[in-house]
């Protein structure tokens, strides 16, 4: 578990590093809807952002402000700080507004910190609609972002490389759903923190040396405590990569059966297409596919997502949970929430802070509250 651990903990890991000594670029992305196969096809190593281990955000309030979202604050701040050094670029998407003005306070601070400045910086637009013309619209998106990666970096990005690299990620995939399986069935075979590591290492390595170290997982998975029927959790909600919180519940007699996040092995378990062209299937798989409260009009399309979910889990009760200020998920988790609750399904809504550890003993006495009511 140490090499992926180091993945899913630091920001600059051993393979991040070995990958760099090869001479080949890393490029930073922001959101589960950018075809990370386009930057693998080109020989790029996709690594998507994270703000974690961020001590302050002092640098990061001055562009953005006090009232606005953590998470691409701590991003920001991460940068100024020097812990994305690594990255050769970055890709920035419309996830929300907060993360589309990312695109503009990036730009500005690199006035004023020129070693905040990237070689490489793109912003793409992810339409809010799953209608034809949008679709269209986000094949048009990314066949701009190869354009530019091809010119960039000289080199060539064929379709018949974006399939080998559907191909590659497929595998982790088909990985991830083995691990996961180990960890929804009754009893459960796999702790939830262990678990999380993998998805956010699925999104911090290189493909192959990911599979490498998954694949020894599953050959050799702990045991856990014979006696573990702890109640089952599913964490839904904004992006969430904080495996400390999860270790929190999961402290609390609770047991972490699932993410419905974007960070989560939700958005790692479904395959793409390679038999269709390859750029009708990346559009098929993150435009069409995407459960995130930014889609307009596919709300009873998440809400069956998520009711599938608890069943499949087993789940006993749903912690939504929201960044502070993020309106998106803090609204639809109200409306989720009243439609689960009719349905029997216990849940709790929690406001926080991305990645702050301070938080630690508020959730945790929230969190014993909800434990104790599933019990009863």
Known sequence: MNMIKQAAFDLHNPSIEKWKKTGKPVIGYTC???????????????????????????????YYGPFICSFPKAILQSMADENLAHLDGAVIADGCDSMRRLDECWRKAGQDYPHMNLPFFHYVNVPRKTVEHARKWFIEEMEKLTQMLESHFSLTISNEKIVNAIRAYNKSRNLVKKLEHLRQSVPSKLLGATSFCFSLAFQSMPPESFQGQLSEFLDNVPVIPENFSAKRILISGSAFDDIHLIQTIEDADAHVVGENVCFGPLHQQDLISEKLDPYD????????????????????YRLNLLKQTIELTKTDGVIFQNIRFCDLHASENSLLERELEKQGIPCIRLEREYGSETDTGRLRMRIDAFIERLSA
Do not use: K
């Open 281 to 300: 299937a990346l559009a098929d798989h993150y435009l069409l596919n995407c459960p995130c409260p930014r889609m307009f009009g596919r709300f009873d």
């Open 32 to 62: 589960s809807q950018v075809p990370v196969e386009l930057f693998y096809a080109g020989g790029i190593l996709p690594v998507r952002l994270r703000g974690v281990g961020v001590q302050g955000l002092d640098i990061a309030d001055a």
